[in-house]
């Protein structure tokens, strides 16, 4: 399966935007999905999963009760509110073939990256 991240851009501090990550060749319903994100000159970060069923989501500690992730048969979409500066990064979407996971190295699929820049 392919993914495609998009909606990223700039957002004032205090904002809301929501980035989407969509699929090819194939459908989503197989994967747990997660996000995560990398800032300039740090690792890559958790943010949040959701499970292959849409059952059960987790949230990094950072973003909880600010972000909401959700599914459909072909896209995932993180919604992103009360957003501040230390937002700002680089997007990832990734599919794992276990019913969800948190961690980096269990996802078998990535998307591009969508850049989500928070200005102060």
């Given amino acids: 399966v392919q993914l495609q991240a998009s909606g990223g851009g700039l957002v004032q501090a205090g904002g809301s935007l929501r980035v989407s990550c969509a699929a090819s ?21 958790f943010v949040g999963a ?30 992103m509110k009360s957003l501040n ?17 948190l961690v980096q190295n269990d996802y078998d699929y990535w998307g591009q990256g969508t850049l989500v820049t928070v200005s102060s």
């Fill in 25 to 45: 060749g194939g459908t989503l319903s197989s994967y747990g999905m997660g996000w995560f994100r990398q800032a300039p000159g740090k690792e890559r970060e």
């Fill in 50 to 79: 959701i499970s292959r069923l849409g059952i059960s989501t987790f949230y990094a500690e950072s973003v909880k009760g600010r972000f909401t992730i959700s599914r459909d048969k072909n896209t995932v979409t993180l919604q």
């Fill in 85 to 101: 500066p230390e937002d700002t990064a680089v997007y990832y979407c990734g599919a794992t073939s276990r019913i969800y996971s």
